[in-house]
């Protein structure tokens, strides 16, 4: 027999869903993925939809929209409410989705009675109930009491995004990648073939979702716990399966999009001074450095950043620039765009954070990609588990740095064509306030240019606001040499007291 809430909430949707009793927890996702794992991968059915919804346009799919009085768990005014997304256009990948409760479980099946579907498609062709959905969002009331605002939107493949209080859109994050960037091969995409939403209770500050991802190298259990708040912060379980050996996996990864900002050299005609959803990558090791890497979108082509270390304390893109005259954009609110911050909280083990740039002329699609990867090559046969927190944020230093990067700066002037003037700025901290002596810095060259230039006219100058600046010169080794037979440095500079480090440590890679 059907739970009080269980009969409540089958009455406030159209059509008639099934209960059954049945407990769903995560042991029994990873149970799915671990047989799954074990079979021979099969691919989603693309050409399954109805051809109507497999032909709809852009602008037909934007006119079918989910009616919000029909969002799961609206009717009792539950802290949480889920809206589905319709299949169709490029979603042609059916996505299974479960509503459950501690002793109930029941599959949402599609149905007209969900959509509003605009004169673009007001005369669609029929939906067969077992389609499955293109994804789904989360509602909560996140910045005002009393309106249910986007809080997180799980679309595509296993992408998914969150927001914080007074964020807008921006950077993304996904269940795992499978040899994004890697020489050779090409590179995968698993799905989140079924999702277990949770029903929340009148009490619940947060919301759980299950998921079960498949892919040609992988299968994985997901458990998502997300808590909205100033910050957004989602606890992410997952224990990975491999079908076979990859050349690079990346876990925790996430994509941006970067075209220009404020220490880009290559400039685009456009009325906006910057335009990104990250200016940068930030590095927290266990050994106590942060790292500091400004993104640049310079050289036009493909570039790879490998950060390695023992063991990872956090990483993540990040939006450091919170002024809107720094984007003049009141359309895209650049300002307000999250950072996304990664926290292990199991033992991740060695590996490296990859950074990885894609060079774009314009703001249309990601081309910044971050994620570890793992020293330990995963074979078939293992178990991974990696569990983290994300924190979809607005802070300018959740890796806690205390000083921290604030402007990078470069140029050359005619007079001075083989020499190469970089100007790095630093604020926070210690760095507040500062009284006595200045602090030192300490700037080096790295990497396999590094004996073919030399650092010089270090110098070291307070600022307005706090700030402190640090100023070099670079220029080649050799007598008569040029800027531009270099190639490109890896630079690092920060600042120090004694042997006391004040800053997080810049890195940046120079093409002279």
């Not at 319709?86 to 969900?114: M, W």
């Not at 292990?344 to 774009?360: A, Y």
Request: negative net charge; hydrophobic residues 40%.
């Amino acid at each position: 027999m059907l739970s009080i809430i269980a009969t409540a909430f089958v009455s406030s949707i159209a059509t008639a869903q099934t209960w059954d009793r049945e407990n769903v927890n995560f042991a029994d996702i990873e149970n799915r993925a671990k047989d799954l794992a074990a079979q021979p991968y099969s691919a989603p059915d693309k050409e399954a939809l109805p051809d109507w919804m497999k032909n709809l346009t852009y602008d037909q799919y934007r006119d079918i929209r989910f009616k919000p009085d029909q969002a799961l768990w609206a009717a009792e005014n539950l802290p949480f409410r889920a809206m589905l997304f319709h299949p169709g256009y490029s979603f042609r990948e059916p996505v299974k989705l479960n509503d459950f409760t501690e002793s109930h479980q029941q599959q949402i099946r599609l149905a007209d009675a969900f959509f509003d579907y605009g004169p673009l498609v007001s005369d669609h062709g029929d939906l067969p109930p077992d389609a499955g959905f293109a994804g789904f969002r989360i509602h909560a009331p996140l910045n005002q009491p009393n309106y249910f605002d986007e809080l997180a939107v799980f679309q595509g493949a296993s992408y998914w995004r969150a927001l914080g209080k007074g964020q807008k859109y921006g950077i993304s994050a996904r269940g795992i990648a499978v040899d994004t960037g890697a020489e050779g091969v090409s590179e995968e995409f698993p799905s989140f073939r079924e999702f277990w939403l949770h029903k929340p209770r009148p009490e619940d500050k947060m919301e759980l979702i299950y998921a079960l991802l498949d892919g040609p190298s992988f299968t994985g259990a997901y458990g998502f716990i997300i808590q909205p708040g100033d910050d957004t912060v989602m606890t992410v379980r997952a224990v990975l399966f491999p079908r076979k050996a990859v050349k690079r996996l990346g876990i925790a990864p996430m994509s941006s999009m970067f075209w220009f900002g404020e220490n880009s050299r290559r400039r685009f005609d456009d009325f906006r001074p910057e335009v990104h959803d990250s200016d940068g990558l930030s590095i927290k090791m266990a050994s106590g450095e942060k790292i500091w890497r400004p993104t640049t979108n310079d050289s036009g082509n493909l570039e790879f950043s490998f950060f390695a270390m023992d063991q990872c304390k956090g990483f993540g893109l990040l939006q450091r620039d919170r002024n809107f005259a720094s984007y003049q954009d009141g359309e895209a609110a650049y300002h307000q765009r999250p950072s996304l911050w990664i926290e292990p909280t199991n033992d991740w083990g060695p590996g490296k954070v990859m950074l990885m740039e894609i060079p774009t002329t314009n703001e249309l699609s990601d081309n910044t990609v971050a994620m570890w990867e793992p020293a330990h090559a995963p074979q078939p046969g293992e178990r991974l588990e990696f569990i983290y927190k994300q924190h979809w944020t607005m802070a300018e230093d959740p890796a806690q740095a205390g000083g921290r990067v604030v402007a990078t700066r470069t140029g050359v002037h005619a007079w001075q064509p083989e020499q190469r003037t970089v100007v790095v700025e630093f604020a926070g901290g210690q760095l507040e306030n500062w009284k006595g002596d200045a602090p030192s810095a300490l700037v080096e060259a790295k990497g396999p240019a590094a004996e073919k230039v030399k650092i010089q006219g270090v110098a070291v100058q307070p600022l307005p606001d706090n700030r402190w600046r640090v100023g070099f010169q670079l220029a080649p080794a050799a007598e008569g040499g040029k800027l531009a037979d270099i190639g490109p440095v890896e630079l690092r500079c920060c600042l120090k007291k004694g042997e006391d480090f004040l800053t997080e440590t810049w890195a940046y890679r120079l093409t002279p």
